[in-house]
């Protein structure tokens, strides 16, 4: 079954028109928090069905608005709908109750907090982003899980939501969102290590794109990613070492050393965030030339080799820009003097 629809956030300052659709018994939205919309009536363009539903559902009558999006919903239990999505500034009229639920302003950020569809959360972003006009499709399951989103014909890359003991909560989110959040999510950290010849060691560090979404242009893991969705570590870890670096490394060349939790939040272009992950850490041991090395522009600017101790001393002092974590790092120190040079 194919639907038409429409939905607008009317906004006042800082606030949203939220409609918490508490009335109907057999709602797919029952409980949720969305905007103003409703179904397209025949012959009705989007901005027609817009001004209608707006009017019916609050009272008003929208004189500014703009056309932000269509949305592409599949539930996973046979429904296609297409949204038309709009966000409006200016109305006039009194408001008059909803026969759908009850309508509240809302803080923006507040929304974030609110019983909210996953997908929703994704436009939400966009929107608070400025976003041009765009195209998201969004897929369920049939009860409430989000399986895929693509923005503009491309994939989105979604993560598992992780519970706070590390295991999988059941749910996923886009990227940008967790990042926005904070959520507990999964990563993969790969540390390239070699002996020195001098009783020492070197790491490879790399030097992040200038075009990342965080901690740009500054020294990092060798190599890292993000645990996609329904991925695993392992898995996850020789496909990132194989995107950014170009190396094909084997499962069994990869030795994890343990789990680190890692924290912060900064604002980057203009916008906080937020990371909170638990990362799978890795030694490779393998010997590596970086002239043989096959970078991903857009995720490395170019990496070096340094000496563990000079590293861990420009990272305690704060002596080269780096997004390093000191408790890490020394994992990976405490496993070298365990295991000592002639194991490597």
Not at 60 to 78: C, K, Q
Not at 89 to 104: A, I, K, N, R, S
Not at 179 to 200: C, Q, Y
Request: proline share 3%; charged share 25%; aromatic share 10%.
């Amino acid at each position: 079954m194919v639907q038409l629809t429409t939905l607008c956030y009317i906004r006042k300052k800082d606030q949203y028109l939220m409609l918490h659709r508490i009335v109907k018994q057999n709602d797919v939205n029952k409980d949720k928090w969305i905007g103003i919309g409703g179904h397209f009536e025949k012959e009705e363009s989007p901005e027609e069905c817009l001004l209608r539903e707006v009017k019916e559902e609050t009272g008003y009558t929208l004189t500014s608005y703009r056309y932000r999006a269509v949305v592409t919903f599949v539930s996973g239990d046979g429904v296609t709908e297409y949204m038309s999505l709009f966000t409006a500034d200016g109305y006039t009229g009194d408001p008059v109750p909803c026969d759908e639920g009850v309508l509240e302003w809302v803080s923006v950020e507040q929304i974030w907090k609110m019983n909210i569809w996953p997908g929703d959360k994704i436009f939400f972003r966009l929107l608070d982003e400025d976003a041009p006009f765009f195209s998201l499709k969004l897929v369920y399951d049939g009860h409430g899980g989000l399986v895929s989103a693509a923005l503009n014909g491309a994939q989105m890359e979604l993560f598992d939501l992780l519970r706070d003991d590390g295991t999988k909560s059941g749910q996923r989110q886009e990227r940008g969102v967790v990042h926005r959040e904070g959520s507990l999510h999964g990563t993969v950290h790969m540390w390239i290590i070699r002996g020195n010849g001098h009783g020492g060691y070197d790491v490879l560090l790399q030097k992040r794109s200038a075009g990342k979404d965080s901690n740009p242009g500054c020294y990092d893991i060798s190599s890292a990613g993000h645990i996609q969705a329904g991925d695993e570590p392992l898995p996850a870890a020789l496909r990132e070492m194989k995107e950014e670096l170009g190396i094909t490394a084997l499962p069994e060349q990869l030795v994890c050393i343990g789990e680190h939790r890692g924290s912060f939040a900064a604002p980057f272009y203009g916008r906080m965030f937020r990371d909170r992950e638990l990362s799978h850490v890795y030694l490779y041991r393998e010997p590596v030339e970086i002239s043989g090395l096959r970078l991903q522009e857009s995720e490395v600017e170019s990496v070096c080799w340094m000496d563990y101790e000079t590293c861990r001393q420009k990272v305690a002092a704060h002596a080269m820009p780096n997004c390093i974590y000191l408790d890490e790092f020394d994992m990976v120190g405490n496993y070298l003097r365990e295991k000592g040079e002639k194991d490597l």
